[in-house]
């Protein structure tokens, strides 16, 4: 069974402060991928990054960037600079190789970024 | 990515009717489709997932008699909510992949309201 763990339930920042965002993983297979969604308040996914189980390679993306640990089973997610329009919800998911396509979400955190 | 598209976008019914919500692949076409209800601040959780031409298979818990799927073709799925009751009250949302992706793509979703 798989299983994704956001602890953080509500994060609240001031504008421009640097924030992550924690995600822990429990998968039996040894190939997976690994997700983030953001969901604003209009409430459609929007697609962040995948990542899969073999590829351990740190990403950056603007003032995004993922952290991908399998020794800790974490994938943690950090937002640079951070700015207003990044408040929403997010998620990370996981999806095993055995069944490509099928997610496990977390319960998502959700960031507030104040002025 | 692949777009996902989901009709209608919210729908407010009468506790005892039916509604059937859409979902369609508009470029790729989608060997197996998800449906997953998000209920307010809590994340998604799937429903069920459907490959085209084949029964559904339901998650644990969840009514197959409640809660219709059919997936005809390899763009379109639909997700019939039976009866539906005030607590069928959520946001439903859709996903499509195929063998091609490794990953699911998510159509806007659908709010559905239940007087």
């Known amino acids: 069974a798989q299983k994704v763990t956001q602890a953080q339930t509500e994060i609240s920042v001031v504008e421009k402060e640097d924030v992550t965002l924690d995600c822990v993983y429990e998968t039996r297979d040894t190939t997976y991928y690994l997700f983030w969604y953001k969901q604003p308040p209009s409430g459609e996914l929007v697609f962040l990054i995948r990542?899969?189980?073999?590829?351990?390679q740190n990403e950056i993306s603007g003032r995004y960037s993922w952290n991908f640990q399998k020794s800790t089973s974490s994938f943690n997610f950090t937002i640079t600079a951070s700015q207003v329009v990044d408040s929403a919800v997010y998620f990370c998911a996981l999806s095993e190789g055995s069944n490509a396509g099928k997610s496990t979400f977390g319960d998502g955190t959700t960031l507030t970024v104040k002025p | 990515g692949a777009v996902v598209s989901q009709h209608p976008s919210w729908v407010i019914c009468k506790s005892g009717t039916s509604v059937k919500i859409e979902c369609r692949s508009l470029d790729f076409q989608a060997t197996t489709m998800f449906w997953y209800r998000q209920f307010p601040k809590q994340s998604l959780m799937l429903m069920a997932t459907?490959?085209?031409?084949?029964?559904?298979?339901?998650e644990q818990g969840v009514e197959k008699d409640k809660f219709l799927i059919n997936h005809a073709s390899l763009t379109l799925s639909t997700l019939t909510v039976t009866s539906a009751h005030p607590e069928d009250s959520s946001f439903y949302i859709c996903?499509?992949?195929?063998?091609?992706?490794?990953?699911?793509?998510f159509g806007p979703g659908t709010r559905l309201t239940v007087l």
């Open positions: 996903s499509a992949s195929c063998s091609s992706y490794n990953e699911q793509f």
């Open positions: 990542r899969n189980s073999f590829d351990e």
């Open positions: 459907s490959n085209e031409g084949s029964k559904a298979t339901y």
